[in-house]
């Protein structure tokens, strides 16, 4: 497993539109992955629990990858939150 400390930088947080694009890339990935803010464990492949676990601007979160690609999907998925989520 890998893991990587990231740091959401949208202004509005993981909304909708945010929550989409993410669920979108996380949804190819093809190891297990969860994003970890706070005591929350989100499996980030579903719209609806990201967008449950009400992740705001300046959240510091953690995303895990446990599987085959882990390193590439870990690096994929941080490099989306970085930038903004397409925002």
Not at 9 to 35: D, F, Q, W, Y
Not at 59 to 66: A, F, Y
Not at 76 to 87: D, Y
């Amino acid at each position: 497993m890998v893991s990587k400390n990231v740091t959401v930088v949208n202004k509005s947080g993981i909304h909708a539109r945010p929550a989409s694009e993410l669920a979108k890339v996380a949804m190819k990935c093809k190891s297990e992955v969860t994003i970890v803010a706070g005591d929350k464990r989100v499996n980030p492949k579903s719209v609806l629990n990201l967008m449950a676990a009400m992740i705001r601007c300046g959240t510091e979160i953690t995303v895990e990858c446990n599987g085959e690609t882990e390193q590439e999907d870990l690096d994929t998925l941080v490099a989306l939150i970085e930038s903004g989520l397409g925002e």
